[in-house]
Nanobody
């Protein structure tokens, strides 16, 4: 079992920055992949970014590439999503997810078996 708790969401103006955090407990955090997804109102949940077990490999959706950075601190059992140059279209509930069956990053929702409760990010224009 893995428990995930996100924090760091909020309201920010376009062009601003936010850093999301996701604290994990349960299974050995440093052994598995982690990812961030988001769901905007009226839309399906979509992939944002993912990171491998040791942080050595990352992958981003085209829509956030160059603006968002995923990282992890295995000593703190935490994964982060640094979001810069935010746009109104980034408004969504952001979820972190654990892919405990994999050590390398994954892009598909079905590869992740534990999910956080989500944190709201709102970007005003």
């Amino acid at each position: 079992q893995v428990q995930l708790v996100e924090s760091g969401g909020g309201l920010v103006q376009a062009g601003g920055s936010l850093r999301l955090s996701c604290a994990a407990s349960g299974r050995i955090f440093s052994s598995y992949a982690m990812g961030w997804f988001r769901q905007a109102p009226g839309k399906e949940r979509e992939f944002v970014a993912a990171i491998s077990w040791n942080g050595g490999s990352t992958y981003y959706a085209d829509s956030v590439k160059g603006r968002f950075t995923i990282s992890r601190d295995n000593a703190k059992n935490t994964v982060y999503l640094q979001m810069d140059s935010l746009k109104p279209e980034d408004t969504a509930v952001y979820y972190c997810a654990a892919g405990t069956r994999y050590s390398y990053y994954r892009r598909a929702e079905y590869d992740y078996d534990y999910w956080g409760q989500g944190t709201q990010v709102t970007v005003s224009s």
